[in-house]
C-alpha cells in the first residue's frame, strides 16, 4: 500500500513523500531527534535516544525501521505490500528485507540492545557488531528469528542457517579443489549438478554410521555418569570413543593393506557431504518431532520457544535417547570426529595416488588433526560437562555440525593440498610443529586442571590453587592456567587452528577458512560463556574479571 521515499538534504534533515494513501511529514526537532506522522492508514513515530538508539512504533499495517547512519542521514524506501529496504552507512552497512504484510516494532532496551517483534509471516534477525553497526537479513518467507539475551545480545537463529551452510560446505569443497582455489572469484567455479551425486556415497555414509553405532554399544570401557538433570537424575554415558577411533584405524590400516583405493574418497568428498546433510535434516526432523513426546523436564533450557523454526533449529530435547542409546552425546565424538580423520587419510592417499608420495605439508595436517580427534576421544569423559551436553538441546545446529560440517568443513587443509601441493622446508616444518605443540600443551593443561578441579577440588594437583567463593557454593579459578587468562583452552584451540593451516602456505585464503571461523565461533563461544557466568555467579564473577582482566589472549583481549 505505502510508497515511501526518504531524501536528505545537505543540511542533514530529511523529506519524506509519499503517494497513495498515507501522507507522511518529517519534522526535525532542534536537538536533532524528529517526529513523524502519518494520516490514515500507518501512524509511525521515531524518537532517537542519547545513546542514537530509537523507539519505533507503528499501528495496522506498515511498519518502518530507520537506522541513521554516522552523518545521520538513511535511505529508507518501501513499496508494495509492503517490501522495505534499509541501507545505512559504510560503517556497519545492513539490508533489511521483509515480505508478506509485516507489523514490525523495535524496542532498544536501556544497553542500546533492541527487541525485534513480529507478526504473521516474517521473522527477522538482528545481530549487532562490536561498533554498534547490526546486519539485517531476511530470505524466502522471510527466514531469520531474533532473541535477545537479558545483556542486550542477540542469536541469530533460523530458518536461513540450514540453506545456507550446507550450500557453505559444499561451496568451499568445490573452491578447495578448484585449479584457482579462490574464495574471491565471481562467479566462482561450481561444480555440475552431476557432481553432487554418486550412489556409493549413502551406501558409505550408512555403513560408517551403522558401523560406529555398532562400536557405541559394545561393553568397552567403563561407564560414566552425567551431571544431575532438572528431576534430579543422571544420565549414563559409555566412555568408549577412543576404542571406537583405535578399532577405525585397525579397520583402515586393513583396507590399505587388501588395496582398497581410498584416495577415491577425494572424487566422493561431494556426494558424501550431500547425503551426510541429507542426514542431518532428517535426524533433525526426527529429534523435532519425537520432542512433543519428551516429558517437560527433559526439554531444553532454550529449545523450547515455540517458534518452529529457532526450535528445530537449536533443539528442543536436552538428551535425546533411543533406549540407553544417547543420540547427542554419539554424534558429538563419534561418526563425524572420526570421520574427520578418515577424509584426511583419504586425500592423503589421493596425493600419494597423484605423486607417488605424501608431501611433508600433507603428513603434517593429518598428524595434527589426529593428534586433536585422538585427544578428544581419550578425554571423552569431559565431554559430559560441556556446554553441548550441559545446555544446549539437540537441533539442525549440533547434529549438521557434527555429521557434516566437522569431517568436511575441517578438512579443508588436507583437501586443498591434493591439488595445490606446497614443499616444506625443514625450518618452516619445525617452527609448525613447535606452534602446534604450544597450543596442545595449552590446550590439554588448561582443560586437565579445569576437569580435575570440577570433578574434585581436593585432588593435590589443584588444592593450591587460589579460589574465589560464590554464593552458589562452587568456587572459581583464579590461579595456574584460570588466571592466565578467562579461557586459556581457546588460546591453545586458536594456536593449533592456525599451525594446522600454515602447511598450506600463502599463496591462498581457502586454508585459512577454517582459523577465521574458528576465531569468530570462540569470541561468540566467551562472550555465551561471560553471561551465563555473571548471571550464575554475579559479584564473584565480577571479581574473578577483575583479577582475569583477559578473556582469551594475554594483554590483547
Given at each position: 500500500i505505502?510508497?515511501?521515499?526518504?531524501?536528505?538534504?545537505?543540511?542533514?534533515?530529511?523529506?519524506?513523500?509519499?503517494?497513495?494513501?498515507?501522507?507522511l511529514s518529517?519534522?526535525?526537532?532542534?536537538?536533532?531527534?524528529?517526529?513523524l506522522?502519518?494520516s490514515c492508514?500507518?501512524?509511525?513515530?521515531?524518537?532517537?535516544s542519547?545513546?542514537?538508539?530509537c523507539?519505533?512504533?507503528?499501528?495496522?499495517?506498515?511498519?518502518?525501521?530507520?537506522?541513521p547512519?554516522?552523518?545521520g542521514?538513511?535511505?529508507?524506501?518501501?513499496?508494495?505490500?509492503p517490501?522495505?529496504?534499509?541501507?545505512p552507512?559504510n560503517?556497519?552497512?545492513?539490508?533489511?528485507?521483509?515480505?508478506?504484510?509485516?507489523?514490525?516494532?523495535?524496542?532498544p532496551?536501556?544497553h542500546?540492545?533492541?527487541?525485534?517483534?513480529?507478526?504473521?509471516?516474517?521473522?527477522?534477525?538482528?545481530?549487532?557488531?562490536n561498533h554498534?553497526?547490526?546486519?539485517?537479513?531476511?530470505?524466502?518467507?522471510?527466514?531469520l528469528?531474533?532473541?535477545?539475551?537479558?545483556?542486550?545480545?542477540?542469536?541469530l537463529?533460523?530458518?536461513c542457517?540450514?540453506?545456507?551452510?550446507?550450500?557453505?560446505?559444499?561451496?568451499?569443497?568445490?573452491?578447495?579443489?578448484?585449479p584457482?582455489a579462490s574464495?574471491?572469484?565471481?562467479?566462482?567455479?561450481?561444480?555440475?549438478?552431476?557432481?553432487?551425486?554418486?550412489?556409493?556415497?549413502?551406501?558409505l555414509?550408512?555403513?560408517w554410521?551403522?558401523?560406529?553405532?555398532?562400536?557405541?554399544l559394545?561393553?568397552?570401557?567403563k561407564?560414566?555418569?552425567?551431571?544431575?538433570?532438572?528431576?534430579?537424575?543422571?544420565?549414563?554415558y559409555?566412555?568408549?570413543g577412543?576404542?571406537?577411533?583405535?578399532?577405525s584405524v585397525g579397520?583402515?590400516?586393513?583396507?590399505?593393506?587388501?588395496g582398497?583405493?581410498?584416495?577415491?574418497?577425494?572424487?566422493?568428498?561431494?556426494p558424501l557431504?550431500?547425503?551426510a546433510?541429507?542426514?542431518?535434516?532428517?535426524?533433525?526432523?526426527y529429534?523435532?518431532?519425537?520432542?512433543?513426546w519428551?516429558?517437560?523436564?527433559a526439554?531444553?533450557p532454550?529449545?523450547?520457544?515455540?517458534?518452529?523454526?529457532?526450535?528445530?533449529?537449536?533443539?528442543?530435547?536436552?538428551n535425546?535417547?533411543i533406549?540407553?542409546?544417547?543420540?547427542?552425546?554419539?554424534?558429538?565424538?563419534?561418526?563425524?570426529?572420526?570421520?574427520?580423520?578418515?577424509?584426511?587419510?583419504?586425500?592423503?592417499?589421493k596425493?600419494?595416488?597423484?605423486?607417488?608420495g605424501?608431501?611433508?605439508?600433507m603428513l603434517?595436517v593429518?598428524?595434527?588433526?589426529?593428534?586433536?580427534?585422538?585427544?578428544?576421544l581419550?578425554?571423552?569423559?569431559?565431554?559430559?560437562?560441556?556446554?553441548?551436553i550441559?545446555?544446549?538441546g539437540?537441533?539442525?545446529?549440533?547434529a549438521?555440525?557434527?555429521l557434516?560440517?566437522?569431517?568436511?568443513?575441517?578438512?579443508?587443509?588436507?583437501?586443498?593440498?591434493?591439488?595445490?601441493?606446497?614443499?616444506?622446508g625443514?625450518a618452516?616444518?619445525?617452527?609448525?610443529?613447535?606452534?602446534?605443540?604450544?597450543?596442545?600443551?595449552?590446550?590439554?593443561?588448561?582443560?586437565?586442571?579445569?576437569?580435575?578441579?570440577?570433578?574434585?577440588?581436593?585432588h593435590?594437583?589443584v588444592?593450591s590453587?587460589?579460589?574465589?567463593?560464590?554464593?552458589?557454593?562452587k568456587?572459581l579459578?583464579?590461579?595456574?592456567?584460570?588466571?592466565?587468562?578467562?579461557?586459556?583452552?581457546?588460546?591453545g584451540?586458536?594456536l593449533?587452528?592456525?599451525?594446522?593451516?600454515?602447511?598450506?602456505?600463502?599463496?591462498?585464503?581457502?586454508?585459512?577458512?577454517?582459523?577465521?571461523?574458528?576465531?569468530?565461533?570462540?569470541?561468540?563461544?566467551?562472550?555465551r560463556?561471560?553471561?551465563?557466568?555473571?548471571?550464575?555467579?554475579?559479584?564473584?564473577?565480577?571479581?574473578y574479571?577483575?583479577?582475569?582482566?583477559?578473556?582469551?589472549?594475554?594483554?590483547?583481549?
Amino acid at each position: 500500500i505505502p510508497v515511501l521515499s526518504l531524501v536528505p538534504s545537505n543540511h542533514g534533515s530529511c523529506l519524506l513523500g509519499a503517494s497513495c494513501i498515507p501522507v507522511l511529514s518529517l519534522v526535525p526537532s532542534n536537538h536533532g531527534s524528529c517526529l513523524l506522522g502519518a494520516s490514515c492508514i500507518p501512524v509511525l513515530s521515531l524518537v532517537p535516544s542519547n545513546h542514537g538508539s530509537c523507539l519505533l512504533g507503528a499501528s495496522c499495517i506498515p511498519v518502518l525501521s530507520l537506522v541513521p547512519s554516522s552523518h545521520g542521514s538513511c535511505l529508507l524506501g518501501g513499496s508494495c505490500i509492503p517490501v522495505l529496504s534499509l541501507v545505512p552507512s559504510n560503517h556497519g552497512s545492513c539490508l533489511l528485507g521483509a515480505s508478506c504484510i509485516p507489523v514490525l516494532s523495535l524496542v532498544p532496551s536501556n544497553h542500546g540492545s533492541c527487541l525485534l517483534g513480529a507478526s504473521c509471516i516474517p521473522v527477522l534477525s538482528l545481530v549487532p557488531s562490536n561498533h554498534g553497526s547490526c546486519l539485517l537479513g531476511a530470505s524466502c518467507i522471510p527466514v531469520l528469528s531474533l532473541v535477545p539475551s537479558n545483556h542486550g545480545s542477540c542469536l541469530l537463529g533460523a530458518s536461513c542457517i540450514p540453506v545456507l551452510l550446507p550450500l557453505l560446505v559444499l561451496f568451499l569443497l568445490s573452491v578447495s579443489r578448484s585449479p584457482g582455489a579462490s574464495l574471491l572469484q565471481w562467479p566462482p567455479q561450481l561444480p555440475p549438478t552431476s557432481a553432487l551425486w554418486d550412489p556409493l556415497a549413502p551406501l558409505l555414509l550408512l555403513g560408517w554410521f551403522t558401523l560406529h553405532a555398532f562400536l557405541y554399544l559394545l561393553p568397552l570401557g567403563k561407564v560414566s555418569e552425567g551431571l544431575v538433570l532438572k528431576n534430579g537424575t543422571r544420565l549414563k554415558y559409555p566412555i568408549n570413543g577412543f576404542h571406537a577411533l583405535v578399532i577405525s584405524v585397525g579397520l583402515l590400516l586393513l583396507l590399505l593393506w587388501l588395496g582398497v583405493p581410498l584416495g577415491s574418497l577425494f572424487d566422493l568428498l561431494l556426494p558424501l557431504a550431500v547425503c551426510a546433510t541429507g542426514l542431518s535434516f532428517l535426524l533433525s526432523f526426527y529429534l523435532y518431532i519425537s520432542s512433543f513426546w519428551a516429558p517437560p523436564h527433559a526439554l531444553a533450557p532454550g529449545g523450547n520457544t515455540g517458534n518452529p523454526l529457532y526450535d528445530f533449529f537449536i533443539g528442543r530435547e536436552l538428551n535425546p535417547r533411543i533406549g540407553n542409546f544417547d543420540l547427542k552425546y554419539f554424534c558429538e565424538l563419534r561418526p563425524g570426529l572420526i570421520g574427520w580423520v578418515v577424509v584426511n587419510l583419504g586425500m592423503l592417499m589421493k596425493e600419494v595416488e597423484l605423486r607417488d608420495g605424501a608431501s611433508l605439508a600433507m603428513l603434517l595436517v593429518n598428524g595434527f588433526q589426529l593428534l586433536y580427534v585422538a585427544d578428544a576421544l581419550w578425554n571423552e569423559e569431559a565431554v559430559l560437562t560441556t556446554m553441548d551436553i550441559v545446555h544446549d538441546g539437540f537441533g539442525f545446529m549440533l547434529a549438521f555440525g557434527d555429521l557434516a560440517w566437522v569431517p568436511f568443513a575441517y578438512s579443508l587443509q588436507a583437501s586443498f593440498l591434493v591439488v595445490h601441493p606446497v614443499e616444506l622446508g625443514a625450518a618452516a616444518a619445525t617452527a609448525i610443529v613447535l606452534l602446534n605443540g604450544i597450543g596442545y600443551y595449552i590446550f590439554r593443561k588448561s582443560n586437565s586442571q579445569k576437569n580435575v578441579f570440577r570433578r574434585d577440588p581436593k585432588h593435590p594437583s589443584v588444592s593450591s590453587l587460589e579460589t574465589i567463593a560464590t554464593a552458589t557454593g562452587k568456587r572459581l579459578l583464579v590461579s595456574g592456567w584460570w588466571g592466565l587468562v578467562r579461557h586459556p583452552n581457546y588460546l591453545g584451540d586458536l594456536l593449533m587452528a592456525l599451525a594446522w593451516s600454515l602447511p598450506c602456505g600463502f599463496s591462498h585464503l581457502l586454508p585459512y577458512f577454517y582459523v577465521g571461523y574458528f576465531t569468530v565461533l570462540l569470541v561468540h563461544r566467551e562472550a555465551r560463556d561471560e553471561r551465563q557466568c555473571r548471571a550464575k555467579y554475579g559479584q564473584a564473577w565480577d571479581a574473578y574479571c577483575q583479577r582475569v582482566p583477559y578473556r582469551i589472549f594475554p594483554y590483547l583481549y
